[in-house]
């Protein structure tokens, strides 16, 4: 057996830079750092924890639930770091928020995708698991994203998100002089007769890796492409932000239900009070 490499830090993790206290047991993942001064501003408090390369942290509350929030820069490989270092210190349940790009005609620019699963074409999860093992959103997350959508009065979709390595040839856009990676007008016609709504590019590892270690994980992205109509314009950017926001008091609110009832897990039988 090889000699112990892992990060010398017995608390305060590697990348992320946070502790034991540092998060809420609820995070929303971001990628862009930017993102999080417009996460927060939706809670009445916050405070920022950490900031080190792709990563910045802040926590607070949001309707009087703590809540905290976790940029994981662009891709899987430093998605699943956050995921990684974030269980360590105790997060049980993680929010995918950020952006995509829609292949169905029917899912408008402004619109959300709250996913259910994800088609695992990115490769950080298959250095996890088999490649068979399935990227699911967690029912009560999915549940409560959908409830928050309803209350915000957002137009949303629910369905199969797709996650790749490459915003250009994995999502079958032209490259550099119009360079199309193989099999690329089939890769994204198959998806979308198999029912895939959008491409994103952390879903799947995000999921897959929350099941692995007994996590809640789920995701929600505003609709900034169609490739399907040929439109792209970042509009509705904090929609998905303010969803997600909306959602982790809804989760906490399921939380008490089954607590208080003799029901393991949420179910329509229960209901809740906002």
């Not at 959508?149 to 949303?156: G, K, P, S």
Request: glycine fraction near 8%; hydrophobic fraction near 35%; charged fraction near 25%.
């Amino acid at each position: 057996m090889t000699g112990d490499s892992e990060d010398p830090h017995d608390e305060v993790q590697y990348h992320l830079e946070v502790g034991p206290g540092d998060v809420a047991p609820s995070v929303l993942l971001p990628g862009d750092p930017e993102r999080v001064e417009a996460i927060v501003d939706d809670w009445e408090t916050h405070e920022i924890r950490a900031s080190h390369r792709e990563y910045r942290t802040a926590t607070g509350t949001h309707e009087g639930t703590p809540i905290s929030v976790t940029s994981t820069g662009i891709g899987s490989p430093s998605a699943a770091i956050a995921v990684e270092e974030l269980a360590r210190v105790g997060v049980d349940t993680l929010l995918r928020v950020g952006s995509c790009g829609a292949i169905v005609p029917e899912a408008s620019i402004g619109d959300l995708v709250i996913t259910t699963g994800a088609v695992r074409q990115e490769g950080t999860s298959t250095e996890y698991v088999r490649e068979d093992y399935p990227a699911s959103a967690d029912p009560r997350v999915v549940s409560a994203l959908v409830a928050a959508a309803e209350e915000l009065d957002y137009d949303y979709h629910l369905g199969i998100t797709c996650s790749t390595d490459s915003f250009y040839a994995g999502q079958s856009r032209p490259g550099f002089e119009g360079f199309e990676a193989r099999d690329s007008e089939a890769n994204i016609e198959e998806l979308r007769e198999a029912g895939v709504l959008n491409f994103e590019m952390e879903a799947a590892s995000i999921l897959t890796l929350a099941s692995i270690y007994g996590l809640r994980a789920g995701a929600v992205c505003t609709v900034y492409a169609n490739r399907e109509t040929g439109e792209f314009r970042t509009e509705g950017e904090s929609r998905a932000a303010k969803c997600a926001n909306h959602a982790v008091t809804y989760l906490e609110r399921m939380d008490e239900a089954v607590e208080a009832s003799d029901s393991d897990h949420w179910h329509a039988g229960l209901s809740i009070e906002r």
